[in-house]
């Protein structure tokens, strides 16, 4: 059903470590470097343990602007799932933390999740353009769950 190839509209932004002898600081997103559309309404940080993964799921009017920087790694799936898409059914993995530091911009509609596959627990930073459930959490949350689908056709090796 789905093809391996590249996903219109994923941004994959390389995240660069600044090291002095305090530690480091790396920029996770400017304003001046992301489309407004894109602007983060909210951040978290989330813990997954080594071998868990979270999703796959998408969005009906969010986009995610995740960040992988450590101390582990995760392989990040993507399923284009939009018809009006010009790489509608494409899939793609990238592997990104410790070892690939970047920051992957997740498009509405755009089925997606992530797994830790390192030997030590894994942070991630998401910075969403949508408030999760909204205003005042008031409104219903923006996702489509396929984890307990298992005629899903988003499947994670």
Partial sequence: MFKDGDIEGIVIKKLVQYNDARGWLMELFRHDELEERYHPAMTYLSLTRPGVARGPHEHIDQADYFCFAGPSDFKVYLWDNRPESLTYKN????????????????????????????????????????????????????EVRYEDDHASPYILD
Avoid at 101 to 108: G, K, L, N
Avoid at 113 to 140: I, M, S, T
Wanted: one cysteine or more; hydrophobic letters at 40%.
């Fill in 91 to 142: 899939r793609t993995t990238i592997v990104a933390g410790v070892s690939n530091p970047v920051a992957i911009i997740v498009p509405r509609n755009v089925v997606h999740a992530y797994k830790n596959v390192g030997d030590a627990d894994g942070l991630v930073v998401n910075c969403p353009n949508r408030l999760f459930k909204g205003e005042g959490k008031k409104e219903p949350v923006d």
